[in-house]
Nanobody, 119 residues
């Protein structure tokens, strides 16, 4: 079983910055992709950014140029640096990781961390 623990959410004013962290632990053999998604009440969870083990990244259009995803492959940790935050970035942010344990593939989610951007 793979566990993801997120940290770094909070309340920030519009234009401010936050950095989210997510650490994966457990019987991990390899992590192929780590990423961040977000969800607001009444809406579907949406992609924010992903980072693959080969170094490629993918961002939602709404965050391009403002958010940066990075990974520490040794620590199985992913970060999301969020700059120039806007009220519409307010959401619960979830970490996701896909890879393999020593026995099977995994696709795990964190518990979520609240990000609130005030206008």
């Amino acid at each position: 079983q793979v566990r993801l623990v997120e940290s770094g959410g909070g309340l920030v004013q519009s234009g401010g910055s936050l950095r989210l962290s997510c650490a994966a632990s457990g019987s991990i053999y390899s992590v192929d992709v780590m990423g961040w998604y977000r969800q607001v009440p009444g809406k579907q969870r949406e992609l924010v950014a992903t980072g693959a083990s080969g170094g490629s990244t993918n961002y939602a259009d709404s965050v391009k140029g403002r958010f940066t995803i990075s990974r520490d492959s040794v620590k199985n940790t992913v970060y999301l640096q969020m700059n120039s935050l806007k009220p519409e970035d307010t959401a619960v942010y979830y970490c996701n990781a896909k890879g393999r344990t020593y026995h099977s593939p995994f696709d795990s989610w964190g518990q979520g961390t609240q990000v609130t951007v005030s206008s």
